[in-house]
């Protein structure tokens, strides 16, 4: 399967623990995403990469949230001190980074934090 | 207000119905839209990409946009069971990367 892949595909945690997620993106692809979902709305961006660039992070992305690209293919999020709020679904996304910027997405990492 | 507004639902229709999922958004320097399939905990499957006003067809799915209204719409031929998911518009401005979803409308297709 050559798709976004992502791990752990659920994590639950207690509150202040930190967590650390991997996506692995398309293999050609040089643009890379992160977006977070929660029940009931569409995924909202955090953060992107061209290679291991991170070019725009949202204001969603608090101190307490890290992205990393560090060789320009697989990524980490890492969310420190984690908080209730945080539970939701972590998704990943790549893109070609030509004109055509079509993303494909990984079939996310769900984290609850008790 | 959002930015890309999009009917929650759930919609309700019979097998091989023509289904119509709707978005409008406020941004008239939205030029990409995109529609998305989503099952249920699984992540977003990408439909229909487009640029420009018009249709673009593909197979039983196709996208219209209307910039003069902000209108982006999805119709669904011969919709199956198998449809039933949460459908969700997206759009971005050229020369920016990321994308603005609506909240997604939830499908159902009876059989």
């Known amino acids: 399967d050559t798709g976004v892949s992502q791990n752990p595909r659920h994590k639950i945690t207690k509150r202040g623990q930190n967590v650390t997620f991997r996506c692995d993106p398309i293999?050609?692809?040089?643009?890379l995403y992160w977006y977070r979902q929660t029940l009931g709305q569409g995924p909202e961006f955090l953060t992107y990469?061209?290679?291991?660039?991170?070019?725009?992070k949202s204001r969603l992305l608090s101190d307490r949230f890290s992205a990393e690209r560090p060789k320009g293919s697989f990524s980490t999020l890492e969310i420190q001190r984690t908080e209730q709020g945080d539970s939701a679904m972590y998704l990943c996304?790549?893109?070609?980074?030509?004109?055509?910027?079509?993303?494909?997405f990984g079939p996310g990492t769900r984290l609850t934090v008790l | 207000q959002k930015e890309v507004e999009q009917d929650p639902g759930p919609l309700s229709v019979p097998e091989g119905a023509i289904v119509s999922l709707n978005c409008t958004y406020s941004?008239?320097?939205?030029?990409?839209f995109m529609w998305y399939r989503q099952y249920s905990r699984k992540g977003p499957e990408l439909l229909m990409y487009?640029?420009?006003?018009g249709n673009k067809e593909d197979g039983r799915f196709t996208a219209q946009v209307d910039k003069s209204s902000k209108y982006i719409s999805l119709f669904i031929r011969d919709s199956q069971p198998s449809d039933s998911a949460t459908y969700l518009c997206?759009?971005?401005?050229?020369?920016?990367?990321?994308?603005?979803f609506g909240t997604g409308t939830r499908l159902k297709v009876l059989a």
């Open positions: 996304a790549s893109s070609q980074g030509t004109a055509n910027n079509e993303q494909f």
């Open positions: 293999s050609e692809h040089n643009r």
């Open positions: 990469f061209q290679n291991e660039a991170q070019l725009e």
């Open positions: 941004n008239s320097a939205f030029q990409y």
């Open positions: 487009t640029y420009s006003s």
């Open positions: 997206a759009t971005s401005i050229s020369g920016t990367y990321k994308y603005i």
